[in-house]
Structures are given as C-alpha cells and as structure tokens.
C-alpha cells in the first residue's frame, strides 16, 4: 500500500476531503497500512444491511415505520462509516454525523450530497443540514457537523470539498443526472485503448512463436459412444454419441516449468476486454436495503473491471436515463462511474422495455466494439409499461416484446448481444426476465436474499471476463453411406438437421474460460458382416478467438464405433449416461413448471418425483456421479418450493426458472442463495468465476479493509492444467 503523502495527492486531484496526521507530513511511517483502505476511493460500497431510523432522528414517515436494528447498533458501536464500510477513526479523516446519528467520513457522504442528495443512504431520512464547502456553515442549520468532537474547523491540513446546490423540492425524488440532457445518438462512447491493444497484439504473436505448436489455448473436440462396441450383425437405431467441448484453461498461456513462487495471487493472464452495460432497477420498490445493496455490487463490479473494459449504466423507473457514456474504466472512468451509481435514488414504477431499449441503443450506436459486449438486467418487480399491449393474451403476455429487435434473434442484420437477468427478491416477474434471457443467449438468475446480489454480479461477471471463444460453430457429418443423423439434443442453442439427414450444425455460442459444453447425438448403425469398424461422423468446430482476432479451424474430429463378431456389445459410458440425466431432470424441469402454472401443484411435484426415480436407477446414481447427486438436491428443492401456491409465487417459479436457464445453457446461474457452497449451484461454476465470487465474499466479510480485494483486475488466476 502507498505512503500517505501519495494518498493526499490523489485527494488533491479528485476534490476529495482528507486529513493527514502531522506525524506523516513530517515523514514517520510513510508506509503504515493501518488506516482503512478505502480512505481516498469514492464511496460505492454499501453496508450489508440498510439500517432504520434511530429514536433521535426527526419524525419522517420513514422513521415512524422503522426501528433501529441490532446488527447496526453492533455496527454503530464500532463505529464504522455507513458508506464504505472502513472504521471511522479519530484524527485519521473528516467524519460527518447526521442528526439521523449516522456517521459517514466526509468525502464519503460528500460524494452523495455532490449530486444535490439531501436524505440519509442508510436510514432515508431527509437532513436539514448537509455537509457543505470546506468548514463552512449550511445555511439552513447554521452550523458544521464535519468532525465537531476532534477537529478544529481552522485545521489547515483539511483539503475543501467543492459545494453543490441542492435539489428543488419538484426533484426530490428523482436522481439529479437525469436532469442532464441526452444525445439522440449515442456515439459518444469513449475510444478503445488502441496502443494497449497494439502492444497485446504484439505479446500475442510473440506468444505464438513460442507455443512451438501447443495447442492448450484451442478448443478441444472429444466424443463418447453410449456403448464402446456393436456387434456386426446387428443394426442399431437411436444410438447416442456424446460430443464435448472444452474450452482452453484460463491459465493455459502461463508457462508452469518456470518457479512462479513469487507470483502474485492474481496473475496477469491476457485476455479479450468487454463492452458492459448494466440495466438497473431503481423503481419505488427498490428504496432502503435493496437500492444499498445495489450500489454496493455495482461498486465491486467497477472496480474488477480493468483499463480497456468499458462500462454504461442505465437506470429505469417509469423511464430509463443512461447515467453516463460507454467509458473505459481507468482510474477517472471507475471514479466517475462511482459517483454516478451512489447518487441513484429509487423512485417511480417499473419500465423494463425501455431500460432495455436504451440498453440496446448504447450497443447498436458505439462507435468502436471491443471484442465482447453484453446487457445485465437487474430488476425486482414486474413491467407495467410494456407487456400490456404486447400482443400477448392476457394469461399469457409476449415477454419477447420486452426485448429490443436489434438482439432479437431474427434480425436480418444478425447483431446479438446477450442479456443476463437477475431477478431481485419474491416479487420480480420470472417469467419475463426468463423469456428476456433466453431469447438473447443469455442467463436468467434468481437472487432470493438480498445480501448474495454482488456474489451472484461477480459470477456473472466473472464469467465475461474470461471469454476465450467466440460464435462457436459445430458442423456435424455423417461419414458412411447408410448413416443419418434422427436427432440433435443441445438445449437452448440454436441446432437443426437437415432433410436428407445427413448433416446437422449446433450454434454454441461463447464460451468462458475452462467451460465445457456436451451435446448428444442420436444416429443409426448399420450391419456391417465385413468390417472390425464403422465411421460415423465427422465433427467440425469453428470459432473466433476475440483476443487474437482470428478465426480458428479445428481439425476434424472423427467418431468411429467398434464391431463384435459376437453378440456381446461393449462397456456402458458412464458420460454419456449422467448427460442423459442431465436433459432428463431439465425435460421434468420444464414439465413440472407447466403443470404448476395450470394450477396443478400435485402433478408437478409428482413428475419432479418421477423423474428422482429414474435417476436413481440410473448407472450414474449407482456410481455416486456427482452430477447426478446435484440434480437430485435440485429437483428435491424445486418439490419443496411447491409446497403451497403462496411459496411456489414466490420462489418456486423463479427458482426453477433459473434451474432451466442454467442447464439449457450448461452455465451457472444464482439460484436463492447461489455461493451457499451447495453442489448443484456449482455444476456450471469455472475457475474464473469461482475465483470472483470467492474474492466478492473476501470483500464482504472485510468491509473496506482490504485493499487488494477491490483492485480492478483483468486476468484471473485458476486452478492448475490438468494437462
């Protein structure tokens, strides 16, 4: 960690508020690391619980309703700023006491009142004095409230903090930057960093010179055959072939002969940088706890976003406002972002199209592209403004209206950019940010308990900074005459046969770092009295690596199967089976979702028992296949969540909802409490994201106190190659 004196500098240069102790202006213990280290970052982390009024605070229809809980008076006795969580010091910064008796340091809560934001973050209640510029006075109260226990007001050492006029009465309730005019064209987007790109670039050819041929950074094409082996004489329909993919390890450009005992934790692995718009919610229902957790995610997911990533923020209520253009997160970019994010104030109703319509005009209008770009939507309650003249029945609305045209599929221009959902608490409409996810490519997850919302952000993200394939294309050929293809079985990604049965193609999309995708395929198997073997298929992979910017050709991958000239076929593949049970437990999934919403609770949970049944008899089950237990846990929850129609509208549809997304799409996604360590939350989980969530909870449980948590990162260190 720095000297103090650099940490006064950088204070210096955002118009922050700081105090520094004599001591370290007169050079001792330049380097202590004692003081938090959040103590110049603007404020975007929020405290884990949003407290309630204190009995001292003036009466506000808030403060009537709430009471002070025992987990802040635990956090107010340590004596913890509401806003970055970091210890509130004596002589180490300004501190700022509310007459909420809410204690904040000073440029932590100035960066709110920068905005014109007059109520408390943690408790809403509205202030009648606010901190103002340097020491001085607020004219409504007539006097400070900056530190009047420690500080003189004459110190010399305190660095002013610029006033900002607060907010008219006609705005109190909605955000100061959407006073702010927009573009009708949204090409404003900051430029790329186009000399970092040159010099990666560079490093990547030198890193090609040097593979001598290694193919560890490629995809890697693999097969397994139901049974190894069939007898000649005999002819087999139905018979299934399982196709895996495995994208390259994320620490497959790291050279392990050398010694990397110095290395840090996180290791500067290369990777493509992203085009990130976040879709927020920040209607009524959003207000207190929510709103606070909000900000707090989006904190940890700015500052894990790296120099060339770029970032735009869409808040929604009854309209949507872009808070600010598609930047790059340097160190201004990230401080910007901040600031914009903690002036946020939840208000007004829930209009999800259009904060998807802007979310989409960010995309479709940006000038210059970075290799990946993707939309994650957030929301807690229910689109009041766009379903209702969608075209849709009335039981049944067309949530596909929700989606911009521009990534919807069928575009004739082909732009798609995947949305991830997040579905907040048990009001939010699951089934339309289901429908929203699936129809772009992308995840619908379900975040039951408010406090795992920047655990659930930081899988999603770290899964996006990990991309190593792009429109992965899998091309499918029967090699022997009298072989067809009857079926292609790959979940939500988009597959067909043709007419003569002859070929079919898969659309896998992108694939993350160290992620896997199976696929089964049904074909014949003809007699065949004269040979010892007969060739099936030829596989064909395709796809754009977006850090080297280049198309890769795999070579083709060829599926042949053994023939007895006796009647014993081969040893049963216990790969193939547990994929089987995959597609069979997400077939019931889907089955028992569609009863439920009949009304027939019984019968849903009767086929989710059903289907336990089968699984247990299965090859896998005998065999203790850690899948197969997963899926078991799953379907047993999802039976639970259906206990009454109260529960199952709460969480029962969401949860299983966010089950089908993750298994169509063989990616994790949050279900209720999705870090709770529980194995069929972690089916999908890569190293990348494991390694984000585990950093995410680090933050968590530290507060503020530790720096290198919140350093933004753009490489991620992963478990050893297995290879």
């Known amino acids: 960690m720095g000297s103090k004196w650099r940490k006064v500098k950088m204070a210096l240069g955002l118009n922050l508020c700081a105090f520094v102790p004599a001591n370290h202006l007169d050079g001792d213990d330049p380097d202590d690391v004692s003081s938090p280290a959040s103590e110049l970052r603007p404020a975007a982390a929020m405290p884990p619980r949003a407290p309630e009024d204190s009995p001292s605070a003036p009466p506000t229809p808030g403060s009537i309703k709430m009471k002070l809980s025992k987990s802040l008076s635990r956090t107010s006795s340590k004596k913890n700023c509401a806003i970055c969580l970091a210890s509130v010091k004596r002589g180490n910064q300004a501190i700022f006491t509310a007459e909420c008796s809410h204690t904040f340091h000073f440029q932590c809560i100035a960066s709110n009142v920068k905005h014109g934001n007059r109520n408390c973050p943690v408790c809403r209640a509205k202030w009648k004095e606010i901190p103002s510029q340097g020491h001085s006075l607020d004219p409504l109260m007539g006097k400070s409230r900056v530190n009047p226990i420690d500080w003189p007001y004459n110190n010399d050492r305190m660095i002013d903090f610029h006033q900002y006029p607060p ?126 957790l909000l900000k707090r995610a989006m904190g940890f997911v700015i500052q894990n976003l790296g120099p060339n990533d770029r970032l735009a923020v869409i808040a929604f209520s009854s309209s949507a406002r872009r808070l600010f253009p598609l930047c790059r997160m340097s160190e201004t970019g990230r401080y910007k972002a901040l600031q914009a994010v903690n002036s946020l104030v939840a208000s007004g109703g829930t209009n999800i199209g259009e904060g998807l319509r802007k979310g989409a005009k960010i995309m479709e209008d940006r000038r210059e592209k970075n290799p990946v770009a993707s939309i994650v939507l957030l929301s807690d309650g229910q689109d009041t403004y766009s379903i209702n003249d969608s075209g849709g029945s009335q039981n049944q609305p067309n949530y596909g209206s929700l989606l911009p045209l521009s990534i919807h599929p069928g575009e004739s221009s082909g732009f798609k950019i995947p949305v991830h959902t997040f579905g907040f608490g048990t009001d939010h409409d699951a089934s339309s940010m289901h429908s929203i996810s699936e129809i772009s490519g992308g995840t619908f997850s379900f975040i039951e308990t408010v406090g795992a919302i920047q655990d659930a952000f930081a899988q999603c993200i770290g899964g996006l900074l990990s ?149 247990s008899e299965t090859m896998s089950a005998r065999s203790q296949d850690s899948l197969c237990i997963a899926l078991d846990a799953e379907l047993k929850e999802m039976q639970e969540r259906m206990a009454s129609r109260r529960l199952y509208e709460e969480s029962g549809r969401a949860y299983i909802l966010s089950g089908l997304s993750s298994h169509s799409w063989q990616r994790a996604t949050a279900r209720g409490d999705s870090t709770d360590g529980s194995s069929h939350t972690q089916t999908y989980q890569t190293p990348s994201m494991v390694e984000m969530v585990t950093r995410s909870q680090a933050t968590l449980k530290s507060g503020s106190s530790t720096q290198r948590h919140l350093r933004p990162t753009w490489s991620f260190a992963s478990r050893p190659n297995p290879r």
Not at 583 to 595: C, G, L, N, P
Request: net charge negative; hydrophobic share 30%; proline share 4%.
């Open 167 to 292: 907010r008219s009465n006609s705005s109190r309730n909605a955000s100061p930057l959407f006073h702010t005019p927009e573009p009708a064209v949204f090409d404003d987007d900051e430029s790329l960093n186009l000399e970092t790109e040159t010099a990666s670039a560079e490093r990547n050819v030198a890193d090609k010179s040097s593979d001598n041929g290694d193919d560890r950074r490629k995809v890697v094409i693999n097969s397994h055959k139901e049974v190894s082996a069939v007898p000649q004489s005999s002819t087999v329909d139905s018979f299934t072939v399982l196709l895996h993919l495995k994208a390259p390890c994320s620490n497959s450009w790291r050279d392990f002969s050398r010694n990397d005992a110095k290395s840090p934790q996180i290791s500067q692995l290369p990777r493509a940088p992203v085009d990130l718009v976040t879709v927020l919610d920040i209607s009524g229902s959003m207000s207190g706890t929510k709103l606070a």
């Open 467 to 615: 991309v190593v394939a792009k429109n992965l294309q899998v091309k499918i050929e029967c090699i022997h005459p009298t072989v067809y293809l009857e079926s292609i079985k790959a979940g939500s990604y988009p597959n067909g046969v043709s007419s003569n049965h002859q070929t079919g193609s898969i659309d896998a999309g992108d694939l993350y770092a160290d992620e896997e995708r199976n696929f089964l395929v049904s074909v014949n198997i003809p007699a065949e009295i004269s040979s010892n073997k007969t060739s099936l298929l030829k596989i064909r992979c395709t796809y754009n690596d977006p850090f080297a910017k280049e198309t890769v050709t795999l070579e083709d991958h060829e599926v042949r199967i053994e023939r007895t000239k006796t009647d014993r076929q081969g040893t049963f593949s216990i790969e193939v089976d547990r994929q089987r049970n995959r597609i069979q437990a997400a077939d019931a999934m889907s089955q028992a979702r569609t009863a439920a919403e009949r009304g027939d609770l019984t019968g849903a949970i009767s086929t989710l028992e059903n289907c336990r049944k089968l699984l």
